[in-house]
């Protein structure tokens, strides 16, 4: 059984190496003081960013959830964004990854937003399997332009 709680400084631990696995998973690196300030923020009720853990039923830390709304022109309400999601290599096909997405919808269900969406990589197979069961793709291709 998983159960899903938001990220507390308590977490700190778990969630950097359930972090560091999503950033590897990504061939991403990022500054260490870039990750010390989203775990601050991802814990600071006025952070902007909202964060979940997932735990085994022994308690272990086997994924991360991380979110944000924000303002958007087609509703009179927000959207949530779901920016990262990680679950352990070793638990995935369980559930986990479902149940860290059905925690984030209850979520923005709960505080008003209009939808939740995300991005994947087009090369993130096992992952887009889950996500084409529990979502409708948007038909949308993402662009960007790197500031920093």
Not at 14 to 42: N, P, V
Not at 57 to 67: K, L, Q, R, Y
Not at 90 to 104: E, F, K, Y
Not at 113 to 133: C, F, I, M, P
Request: charged share 20%; aromatic share 10%; hydrophobic share 40%.
């Amino acid at each position: 059984m998983t159960t899903i709680a938001p990220l507390t400084a308590a977490d700190q631990t778990e969630w950097l190496a359930l972090w560091k696995g999503y950033l590897a998973f990504y061939e991403t690196d990022l500054d260490e003081t870039i990750t010390a300030s989203t775990f601050e923020r991802l814990v600071d009720p006025d952070g902007g960013i909202q964060g979940a853990i997932a735990r085994d039923e022994t308690g272990t830390a086997v994924g991360i959830v991380h979110w944000l709304t924000h303002a958007a022109t087609w509703t009179t309400t927000d959207y949530c964004y779901l920016e990262d999601l990680f679950v352990a290599p070793d638990v995935r096909g369980g559930g986990v990854g479902r149940a860290l997405i059905a925690h984030v919808r209850a979520w923005a269900e709960q505080h008003g937003s209009a939808k939740v969406y995300w991005l994947t990589a087009e090369s993130n197979t096992t992952a887009r399997g889950l996500y084409d069961r529990v979502a409708s793709r948007s038909g949308m291709i993402h662009y960007q332009i790197d500031l920093t």
